[in-house]
């Protein structure tokens, strides 16, 4: 450090004006901070819930739309069978 | 140079601090927040943002510890940490300066030592301030008794780089001190 010895003799009342200016408990307070994070969702963590969620809105989504069509169907079915039924019996009617 | 903790005290309490253990992390954080405080504060030459910035500083360093691979390299890493800190917060002075019309009143916290110590400090700090921030990281990190090869770790070099730079950086120092007198 011989070539600029005025930082390395005011070096040390550098650091005490730096300290100086901390407030204090400093160790607390970030160790507190540390801690409020840990308990809070990271970015990462908060994308995929919203992920996840918006997922499972859509398979839920599709899940009541097939059963919908099922049951449309079923029930367009059951008529259809009812009418094809009675047309058969008509027909043998008919032939009678 | 430096009171720089003991050379295996320190990956112990490095690891202790990366497994959780909190009054390791507290140890940690109290052993470097002079050497820190004084590194922002010759980094910016103001007093008024280094408790923030250490603040910051050291939480950053907390959440990235379990990542650190190697106990061993946790003085550089940390002042790598410290730098980029300083950096990016001039970047943000510069433009908050930009949009305000009126500089707000420093707030700078009273001062511990003597006027003619306060004014070679003052005088100190503003010739450093006149040097590239790479200039002044490496000026300051070999004060902090940080070696070339932590010091070329810590921003990302050679040795044989740093060992250039710093070199030009005393150069340029010791220039501004002679225009000055």
Request: net charge positive; glycine share 4%; hydrophobic share 45%.
């Amino acid at each position: 450090m011989q070539n600029e010895p005025e930082l390395s003799a005011l070096w040390p009342d550098i650091r005490k004006q730096g300290t100086a200016a901390l407030r204090p408990h400093l160790a607390q307070r970030v160790l507190a901070r540390v801690a409020a994070a840990r308990d809070e969702l990271s970015p990462q963590t908060a994308v995929l819930v919203g992920f996840g969620a918006v997922m499972a809105c859509l398979a839920l989504t599709l899940a009541v739309n097939s059963w919908r069509e099922h049951r449309a169907n079923d029930e367009a079915l059951a008529q259809w069978s009812v009418v094809a039924a009675e047309g058969t019996k008509l027909g043998q009617e008919d032939t009678l | 140079m430096e009171d720089k903790a003991d050379d295996t005290a320190l990956p112990e309490l490095v690891r202790r601090a990366q497994a959780g253990n909190m009054s390791a992390q507290n140890a940690l954080i109290v052993a470097y927040q002079a050497r820190l405080a004084g590194f922002v504060y010759a980094m910016l030459g103001r007093a008024a943002p280094v408790d923030d910035l250490c603040q910051d500083v050291l939480i950053k360093m907390l959440k990235g510890l379990p990542r650190l691979l190697d106990p061993a390299l946790f003085e550089p890493w940390l002042f790598r940490l410290a730098r980029n800190a300083c950096i990016d917060h001039t970047r943000r002075e510069r433009w908050r300066r930009m949009f305000t019309f009126f500089d707000p009143a420093t707030d700078d916290p009273p001062v511990f030592v003597d006027t003619d110590k306060r004014e070679r400090i003052e005088a100190l700090l503003a010739l450093l301030q006149r040097l590239p921030a790479r200039d002044r990281t490496l000026l300051l990190m070999a004060q902090e008794g940080l070696s070339l090869a932590e010091m070329a770790r810590a921003t990302g070099t050679t040795t044989t780089t740093i060992k250039t730079r710093l070199h030009r950086a005393r150069e340029r120092l010791r220039d501004l001190y002679a225009k000055r007198t």
